[in-house]
C-alpha cells in the first residue's frame, strides 16, 4: 500500500482583480469525501478528503461565506477556484511600498550595533549621533558620473549637447559657477557624496543602504579583519595588509571577534566597515530585524524601478576574498543564480511547512507579503555573456557567496509552499521572497 502525500493549500491575493486564487493539491484522486467549504466569515476554507480536514486561512477576507465550492473534475488531484474578495477587504498589503529594511530614520540615533549571532557589540552605543541614507542603490555609479560629467566641466562638450550641463540648479547645490564649484563639493561631501569619486566613511556618522551599514573603522570594535578566515586574521587591519602584496588587495572579510561569524567587509576604496544587515541587530522605530530575504527583495524592487528590467543575475561581490577553499566552486561561483520577477508585491498563504500560521494584518486576513519569480542556475559563462550582450535585459546584484548560496535554500523551500503543479514554468522554478 503507497502512503498518501498529505494535501497542500496554497492561496494567493490577486488585489488588481479583487479576487483570491486558491489551489489545492490532494495528493490523490479527489472522490466522493472530498469537500472544500469557506467559512462563514469568509477568512479560512476548510478542506475535507478521505476522512481528514484540513484548514488554511486566508490572505484576503472573500465574499463566499459558507459556500461550498464546486469541484470541476471529479477524480482530478488538484483542485483550484478564483474567490471574489469581500467588500471591505483593505488592499493596501499587496500594493505596499513601504520598506522592510532599515533606513536612517528608522534608525535610533545612539543604537548600538551588535552581531545579531551572539549579541557582541561592534558599534558602541551613542557612537553614531546621526544616521544617513545613501543617495540611491547605485550610489557607486553616481559618483563615477557626477566625477566625469561635474557641471563647471566647460570643455566636455560631448557632441554639442554640453549646454545642458550650464544651468543652475540651486535645490540639488550644484552649481555652474566656478567659485562656487569648491564650496558645492565641500557641501556634498559633508553629506557624502560629492565630486570625489567615492563616499567616504564619517566618523561618528552610519550610513545606511538597502543592504548594508557602513561606518569608519575607529567607531567599530570586536572586529576581525582578513584576507580569508578569521583564524588567519588580525583586529589591527594594518597588520593584515602588511604583506608585500597590499597594494593589490581591495577588501577584507570583517568578523565577529567573539563568534567568528562574517559581519561584512572592508572596503578600501570607501575606507568604510561595510556591515550586512541580516548579520547584525540595532535598535530601530519599527523593531525591524530584516534577513536576507527581505534585503534581497528591496534589493530586487529598487532594481526593477531604477532599470525597468525584472531579470537579475546574482553575482558574487568580487571584492571580497573566499572565506572556503570550497567557495571557488558552486552556486554563487561557477553557477550564478538567474532571476525572473513576476510580481513584486503578492500576499499569499500556505498550509505547507506550517505557513498557514502567517503575520495577521488587520483588515486584510493573514498572510505573507512577497516577491513573486522565477530562477534558475545558469552558468558564469552564460551569466556574463547577458550582462555583456546589448540586447541583454538583466541587471547585475552583488552579495556575497554565502548568501547567494542561503538565498537559492530559501527559494527552494519557498518553492515546496507551492501546489506541485505550480513549481515550475519551462526551465524555471517559481519561487517566493519575503518581503
Not at 570583517?254 to 541587530?281: D, E, M, P
Not at 553575482?315 to 571580497?320: K, N, R, S
Not at 498563504?349 to 503575520?359: D, F, I, W, Y
Request: proline residues 3%; hydrophobic residues 35%; glycine residues 6%.
Amino acid at each position: 500500500m503507497t502512503s498518501e502525500c498529505a494535501p497542500l493549500l496554497y492561496a494567493e491575493l490577486l488585489s488588481n482583480i479583487r479576487q483570491t486564487s486558491l489551489a489545492v493539491s490532494l495528493g490523490s484522486a479527489s472522490d466522493a469525501s472530498t469537500r472544500v467549504v469557506v467559512a462563514a466569515d469568509g477568512e479560512n476554507v476548510e478542506l475535507q478528503h478521505h476522512g481528514q480536514s484540513h484548514t488554511l486561512r486566508l490572505p484576503s477576507k472573500v465574499a463566499l461565506g459558507g459556500a461550498i465550492l464546486p469541484i470541476q473534475r471529479p477524480g482530478a488531484s488538484t483542485l483550484s477556484w478564483r474567490l471574489p474578495l469581500g467588500q471591505a477587504t483593505g488592499l493596501d498589503a499587496s500594493s505596499s511600498t513601504e520598506s522592510s529594511t532599515w533606513t536612517a530614520t528608522d534608525l535610533k540615533v545612539g543604537s548600538p550595533v551588535a552581531c545579531r549571532q551572539c549579541q557582541a557589540v561592534v558599534v558602541s552605543q551613542d557612537m553614531v549621533t546621526i544616521w544617513k541614507d545613501l543617495p540611491s542603490e547605485n550610489w557607486a555609479e553616481m559618483m563615477e558620473f557626477w566625477h566625469c560629467h561635474k557641471p563647471d566641466d566647460h570643455d566636455h562638450n560631448h557632441g554639442g549637447h554640453g549646454d545642458h550641463h550650464h544651468h543652475d540648479d540651486k535645490s540639488n547645490g550644484i552649481s555652474t559657477n566656478g567659485q562656487n564649484t569648491k564650496a558645492d563639493d565641500k557641501s556634498l561631501a559633508a553629506r557624502g557624496y560629492g565630486a570625489s569619486s567615492v563616499i567616504s566613511a564619517q566618523q561618528s556618522v552610519g550610513f545606511v543602504d538597502l543592504t548594508t551599514l557602513l561606518f569608519v573603522e575607529q567607531d567599530c570594535s570586536n572586529i576581525t579583519y582578513s584576507l580569508s578566515t578569521p583564524e588567519h586574521g588580525s583586529q589591527e587591519r594594518q597588520v593584515v595588509v602588511s604583506d608585500e602584496n597590499s597594494s593589490q588587495v581591495r577588501s577584507l572579510n570583517v568578523f565577529c571577534s567573539s563568534c567568528q561569524a562574517q559581519l561584512g567587509f572592508y572596503n578600501f576604496r570607501t575606507a568604510a566597515v561595510t556591515l550586512l544587515k541580516w548579520q547584525i541587530s540595532c535598535d530601530s522605530i519599527s523593531n525591524l530585524s530584516p534577513g536576507l530575504e527581505e534585503c534581497l527583495a528591496a534589493t530586487l524592487i529598487s532594481t526593477i524601478a531604477r532599470s525597468a528590467s525584472s531579470k537579475s543575475l546574482l553575482l558574487p561581490i568580487t571584492e571580497t576574498i573566499a572565506t572556503t577553499e570550497e567557495e571557488g566552486e558552486g552556486i554563487g561561483k561557477d553557477k550564478v543564480v538567474h532571476i525572473w520577477v513576476l510580481n513584486t508585491g503578492i500576499v499569499y498563504a500556505s498550509s505547507a511547512n506550517g505557513a498557514a500560521v502567517a503575520t495577521r494584518r488587520p483588515g486584510a486576513g493573514s498572510g505573507t507579503l512577497a516577491i513573486k519569480l522565477l530562477y534558475r542556475l545558469v552558468s558564469r559563462e552564460e551569466a556574463d555573456r547577458m550582462l555583456d550582450s546589448l540586447t541583454g535585459d538583466a541587471q547585475e546584484v552583488n552579495i556575497p557567496v554565502k548568501a547567494i548560496q542561503e538565498v537559492m535554500q530559501h527559494l527552494d523551500q519557498s518553492n515546496t509552499l507551492l501546489p506541485a503543479t505550480e513549481r515550475v514554468f519551462k526551465e524555471w522554478k517559481v519561487g517566493l521572497l519575503r518581503r
